[in-house]
């Protein structure tokens, strides 16, 4: 048993070795005076300033947080309507046909849903820049949401529904009362699992920017083709570091919750179950 | 709910106060007043110094736009959605809008600073007269290697890949005009050839150096020739000045017989809305001092003459990047051979791909 144990650690270690590795590295040389990733000549917070003073690309981290956190918060609402009325579909056919369109473009590669949608905006004649990719963001959260929030309505007991109408719960009580409580942790983890597609997306972004507007992703990939710039290290040091300190704020807000007696189950971290 | 509904709330309220900011920080740069500029360029390739500098002489507001290929950037254009004023094609790219009516004809009478340009790269067969575009930098395809391991072999021919001692030590970049060009020019065909007998003499001769040729390989050329991963590679020039500013032990040469010559050029789309800001922007790069800081900036070189002579001079006596007028004698730009002859071009490149390990 001991033994078993020891190995899962090591293991563990290691996966997390993998895991971090990089983004240590990263973070290591965004303090090198000597401007590449080769050797580590000095100390410099040179790079920190130049991200500081770039206004430009301030904007663009603005930006993309914007577009994340909007796009993810609109997906989530619409995908819990899709996710309430699939639940609610009786036909048994219609209900997994559109599940299984909803399926297909999660897998859909993101492209041709760029390409598409490039194709569509300028077809309606939507300028590209901020609700063009804000439009885009949504349409590809929307099935991540939905697919978040249908496990814990289907975990649902349909007496609990049944309880609340023969307690002469309105409909309106029942949505509100009873069954958005109840999925609030898928809707949690659609919101966080969305807010990462979106922070990440390059390939749907790339295609719909214009006008100056720009995102993280676009600017660092189209920035590589003259090698990285070590002020990209810094800036993506304080991001990795934001994204800890919401993570750590986030765990200690959950568990101050589930202490003031509110029982939250499987509400740690936003993960369902 | 009431927690949902809060949550919610908070990260309308959080985003909304955000593109507050970014609102605040773009009309402190006046990004947002009707004076403005929209430049589309490739990433890092210009000094940012420049577009302050031309701010503050003209008052007109530049926004800054990147692209990384041609390719990129020709869809963008040509799907229209954005207004972009300034963009920077390749010379086949251009070629290409050119043919699409995708441009717009510059004005040569707001253009006084064309003057400074070198004649020698004007009025290529590209864009006659230059009536679409500017030069806005300039390079060659030549060869990086590391002289330490490729002791004995003379680069100063093409045919210096053939040695036998290279063998499994050579990366090419993977571009079917670049290498069956190379081919050509080694057996001292132009590399515009059409000539069919010429072509697969040039392919016989590529099969051949087969043994030498470790990869074919996009951009991760740069970073393997830096590691020294192979001792010799065929590269554009900028790549290559790149690649030596990784590993100064790398040298580059533009072989006797002839290259190729790429240009990248300053045009106003179809779709520009600020065509008289546009004009300015490009007579302005063309301005010496300034077509200077630009080059020393992004280390590419610049075919602006008088801007050249303000170049240090080892930069601007470095005969890598500016070669004496015997090899820029021989250098060719590509034509446009239509889209059946670059077809064949690229049918070649890959028998002779195939016929790699």
Known sequence: ???????????????????????????????????TMHEFEGFTLQYYKEVFADTRLIIIVINTLVIALLSSALATIIGIMG?????????RRVKNTLLSLNNVLIVNPDVIIGASFLILFTMVGIKLGFYSVLLSHIAFSVPIAVIMILPRLQEMSPSLVDAARDLGASRLDVLTKVILPFIKPGIYAGFFMALTYSLDDFAVTFFVTGSGYSTLSVEIYSRAR???SLSINALSTLIFLFTVLLVVGYYFIMRKANRNGKKEPAAEMGVPR | ?????????SIFIISFGLMGVAAWLNSSQGYSGGNTLTVYNWGDYIDPELLERFQKETGITVIYQTFDS??????KIEQGGTSFDVAVPSEYALAKMKQEHLLLPLDHSKLPNLKHVDSHYLNLSFDPNNQYSVPY???TVGIVFNPELTKGIDFHSWDGLWDPKLRNNLLLVDGAREIMGMSLNSLHYSLNDTNEAHLQQALTKLEKLAPNVKAVVGD???????NEEAAAGVVWSGDASEIMDENDKLDYIVPDEGSNLWF?????????THVDAAHKFINFMMQPDVAAQNAEFVGYSTPNKDAKKLLPKDISGDERFYPPSDITDKLEVYDNLGKRMLAHYNELFLQFKMHLK
């Open chain 1, 1 to 35: 048993m001991v033994n078993k144990n020891r190995f899962g650690n090591i293991y563990l270690v290691i996966v997390f070795l993998v895991l971090y590795a990089p983004i240590l590295y990263l973070m290591y040389y965004s303090f090198n005076s000597g401007g």
């Open chain 1, 83 to 91: 996710a309430l009325a699939i639940h609610q579909m009786q036909n």
């Open chain 1, 226 to 228: 003259q090698g990285v």
């Open chain 2, 1 to 9: 709910m009431k927690s949902l509904v809060r949550v919610f709330l």
């Open chain 2, 70 to 75: 041609n390719e990129a950037m020709l869809t």
């Open chain 2, 137 to 139: 930098f300039w390079g």
């Open chain 2, 220 to 226: 991760e050329i740069k970073m393997l020739l830096a």
């Open chain 2, 264 to 272: 990248d050029n300053i045009v106003i789309p179809k779709t520009a």
